[in-house]
């Protein structure tokens, strides 16, 4: 934990040379920061999910991965790999299995039960594309 807090500040540009009575308090990282960091430090392995609205899974899709499409949403950004979501509240194991069954990597019936094919899509919401 001293390591990640060193490192942090250190983004910040803290360190123990730093005049702490210029800093100002947006000057100092907050906790999202930390969980920021702690989160680029685990390794994901998920599939890039290229597109995925509201008509994307079937009914037994939506109730098959509940778990994960309730997951909280602690932010968006812009990553490597284009737009990112940082989400918690979801085992990483299900969210890996989540990416890769909507590329298509799980076997063709699970896929047909889960998946609407686009012709079944409704248009009911808004569509995430990447």
Same mark, same amino acid.
């Given at each position: 934990?001293?390591?990640?807090?060193?490192? !942090?500040? %250190?983004?910040?540009?803290?360190?123990?040379? $730093?005049?702490?009575?210029?800093? &100002? +308090? @947006?000057?100092?990282?907050?906790?999202?920061?930390?969980?920021?960091?702690?989160?680029?430090?685990?390794?994901?392995? !998920?599939? %890039?999910?290229?597109?995925?609205?509201?008509? $994307?899974?079937?009914?037994?899709? &939506? +109730? @098959?991965?509940?778990?994960?499409?309730?997951?909280?949403?602690?932010?968006?950004?812009?990553?490597?790999?284009?737009?990112?979501?940082?989400?918690?509240?979801?085992?990483?194991?299900?969210?890996?299995?989540?990416?890769?069954?909507?590329?298509?990597?799980?076997?063709?019936?699970?896929?047909?039960?889960?998946?609407?094919?686009?012709?079944?899509?409704?248009?009911?919401?808004?569509?995430?594309?990447?």
């Amino acid at each position: 934990m001293k390591l990640l807090l060193s490192t !942090l500040y %250190t983004k910040y540009g803290i360190t123990d040379h $730093t005049d702490y009575n210029r800093l &100002r +308090s @947006a000057d100092y990282p907050i906790m999202s920061d930390l969980y920021d960091l702690v989160d680029v430090d685990e390794e994901h392995d !998920l599939a %890039t999910i290229v597109e995925l609205n509201q008509g $994307t899974l079937s009914v037994a899709g &939506r +109730s @098959a991965w509940r778990d994960v499409l309730s997951a909280k949403v602690e932010g968006i950004f812009e990553g490597c790999y284009g737009t990112q979501i940082a989400v918690s509240g979801c085992d990483p194991q299900r969210l890996a299995d989540f990416s890769f069954m909507l590329a298509g990597h799980c076997n063709a019936e699970d896929y047909d039960t889960w998946v609407n094919k686009h012709d079944q899509e409704q248009d009911i919401g808004p569509v995430l594309s990447m």
